[in-house]
């Protein structure tokens, strides 16, 4: 269940710059978008679960544990906007 993989979206300075990729670094340059997700959630199931939900192709998912959850880092491929998906989710 997709729901269930996909907690909420994670919003910060830093996040908010990953998304329209005004932070340049090496093979990182942009178009993902940060997420809390179930801590049991595998990177695939990341993947399946955002694509179904935001009907969007994912390139990468990118996980890492912090004090407050799992977090995904999900890179959505050159098709598609991460803007545009903040935008429905009501980031900006």
Request: glycine share 6%; proline share 2%.
């Amino acid at each position: 269940m997709p729901k269930s993989v996909l907690l909420t979206p994670y919003v910060t300075e830093k996040s908010m710059n990953h998304i329209s990729g005004s932070v340049r670094m090496a093979n990182k340059d942009g178009n993902r978008l940060e997420f809390i997700v179930r801590r049991d959630a595998t990177k695939k199931e990341i993947k399946d679960a955002f694509e179904k939900r935001y009907e969007v192709k994912v390139q990468s998912v990118n996980t890492r544990i912090m004090k407050n959850g799992k977090h995904a880092i999900i890179k959505l491929t050159k098709d598609f906007s991460a803007e545009e998906v903040g935008m429905r989710l009501g980031i900006f």
